[in-house]
């Protein structure tokens, strides 16, 4: 259950001291796994073809200044020298020279007017922020967009550009499809679900609010602001968003509705209703209808590889060759099944609680894979203590609570299952995320190999007696569940 590290390599000449490239890997580090904005922080997000990172903002003397430096270290090679009053950098074949106080910098021999003047911190070197839409082209040598009202740069041909059509059909349905996967942050509130795209370069359509002539789903708006796009789409009914086309289509629709009352919204940490603080996020139970028996979480993807198995074998790569297996053994056994994750898409875990909850499965199942041990091992929710769960309203980080034991009696048949067929098992408690966000009963399975081999992980008769193992254990306890799809 490993996490995808970072390395960061900070490449300087003889005379730039260790302290200073350890200050820029952090720099870089802080960057890259904390791509989202604190509500009084400035910061720029830069996109280019291979990789995207947003920047602290400094303000000096009311002018917002960003470090040259650190904005273009992620894509290649930079070398730079401080002697005094000069500063001096390079990237691939790109000379650049700056003095402190000056408005003026020579790039390639060429002279570049700046916005501001030059300041020189620590060894950093600070530009105005609005000169980067001059200096970076000339520096990288392509093409450069920067739209300094909302602090977003585009390095190259690298926007996502969107459609959105509503299909009048009873419910109605806003479809909307992106030229690339996305990934976005969603979150409701009455009247409204929003989507925030903190990593993708997503830029706005023809205009940035769309109307739609319809009741439920009558227009969304696109805004940009602090290095981050955002869709709000405004409903008069709670709305809910599913993805699907590798992720490059979402579709936002009324939720289902069954009981008679006021709507809630979906299960959305920090959705809070009117009384709550937003200190104590909480969870909605959602009453929707159950579409699918089981929901299967393959843990990691995309740029999270999980635990590197060995040099050759990825966890996020069993994870799903697992759950796909495990979809045709509970299908064939009447129990229909959806896969959270059936492509190399990369979920937070905040995500994988909220369409598990909105799907209100009668069981959720997530997959994981370990190079240590033999066998496997069975977790449940382990909760943290406090939580407080009244009406509809559950605490986010104990929304497990209702349903442990159900979750528990699952988890033993399975377990029962395994040593049926001598394969050695261990059922554990853990602090597993998203169990304790999920609202239904919920086991983590961690598949670690038969023997010494750990690619043996990877044999298909082996990931399938797993997967049947699995299967024929939750059918087992299915009445006890509660429930059919």
Same mark, same amino acid.
């Given at each position: 259950m490993g996490s995808a590290g970072y390395t960061i390599l900070s490449r300087g000449p003889i005379g730039v001291s260790a302290r200073r490239s350890i200050r820029i890997a952090l720099f870089l580090l802080i960057a890259a796994i904390v791509p989202g904005n604190s509500a009084d922080e400035k910061r720029i997000a830069i996109f280019a073809a291979a990789t995207t990172y947003s920047l602290p903002i400094s303000d000096r003397n009311g002018v917002e200044y960003v470090g040259l430096l650190e904005a273009?270290?992620?894509?290649?090679?930079?070398?730079? /020298?401080?002697?005094?009053?000069?500063?001096?950098? /390079?990237?691939?074949?790109?000379?650049?020279?700056?003095?402190?106080?000056?408005?003026?910098?020579?790039?390639?021999?060429?002279?570049?007017?700046?916005?501001?003047?030059?300041?020189?911190?620590?060894?950093?070197?600070?530009?105005?922020? !609005?000169?980067?839409?001059?200096?970076?082209?000339?520096?990288?040598?392509?093409?450069?967009?920067?739209?300094? &009202?909302?602090?977003?740069?585009?390095?190259?041909?690298?926007?996502?550009?969107? !459609? &959105?059509?509503?299909? /009048?059909?009873?419910?109605?349905?806003?479809?909307?499809?992106? !030229?690339?996967?996305?990934?976005?942050?969603?979150?409701?509130?009455?009247?409204?679900?929003?989507?925030?795209?903190?990593?993708?370069?997503?830029?706005?359509?023809? !205009?940035?609010?769309?109307?739609?002539?319809?009741?439920?789903?009558?227009?969304?708006?696109?805004?940009?602001?602090?290095?981050?796009?955002?869709?709000?789409?405004?409903g008069t009914v709670p709305l809910m968003a599913s993805f699907s086309n590798d992720r490059r289509t979402i579709t936002i629709a009324p939720t289902p509705q069954q009981a008679a009352g006021p709507a809630q919204p979906a299960a959305v940490p920090g959705a809070l209703p009117a009384a709550s603080s937003a200190a104590n996020p909480v969870a909605v139970v959602p009453p929707v209808p159950r579409h699918f028996f089981a929901v299967i979480d393959a843990s990691h993807g995309g740029d999270d590889r999980g635990a590197a198995l060995s040099d050759k074998l990825a966890e996020k790569d069993v994870t799903l060759a697992l759950a796909r297996r495990l979809r045709q053994e509970l299908e064939a056994r009447g129990m229909s099944t959806m896969v959270l994750r059936d492509s190399d898409a990369n979920l937070t875990l905040d995500q994988r609680a909220i369409f598990t909850n909105t799907a209100h499965p009668v069981i959720y199942v997530a997959l994981h894979a370990a190079s240590d041990g033999n066998g496997v091992r069975l977790y449940t929710a382990l909760l943290p203590a406090g939580g407080e769960n009244n009406g509809p309203f559950i605490s986010w980080d104990t929304a497990q609570e209702r349903v442990v034991p159900i979750s528990r009696t699952a988890a033993q048949a399975v377990a029962a299952e395994f040593q049926k067929k001598q394969i050695q098992v261990r059922t554990l408690s853990a602090p597993l995320r998203p169990l304790n966000n999920l609202t239904g009963p919920a086991i983590a399975v961690e598949v670690a190999p038969p023997g010494s081999d750990v690619m043996d992980l990877n044999l298909p008769a082996y990931q399938q007696n797993v997967a049947s193992t699995v299967a024929t254990g939750i059918a087992a306890v299915r009445d006890k569940l509660g429930g059919q799809p």
């Open positions: 273009i270290e992620p894509l290649g090679t930079v070398t730079s /020298r401080n002697g005094g009053d000069h500063w001096k950098f /390079r990237y691939n074949d790109a000379d650049a020279e700056f003095m402190v106080g000056s408005n003026r910098a020579k790039i390639r021999g060429h002279d570049i007017d700046l916005s501001g003047t030059f300041l020189l911190e620590n060894n950093r070197g600070l530009v105005p922020v !609005t000169s980067l839409s001059t200096l970076l082209p000339r520096i990288l040598g392509v093409q450069v967009t920067f739209n300094p &009202a909302s602090r977003r740069l585009f390095i190259g041909n690298v926007a996502t550009h969107f !459609t &959105a059509q509503l299909s /009048r059909t009873a419910p109605p349905r806003l479809v909307m499809n992106f !030229t690339s996967p996305v990934n976005p942050t969603i979150a409701t509130e009455p009247g409204k679900l929003r989507m925030a795209f903190n990593r993708e370069p997503l830029v706005a359509p023809g !205009t940035p609010t769309l109307t739609f002539d319809d009741k439920a789903i009558p227009s969304a708006t696109y805004l940009e602001n602090n290095g981050i796009a955002e869709i709000t789409v405004n």
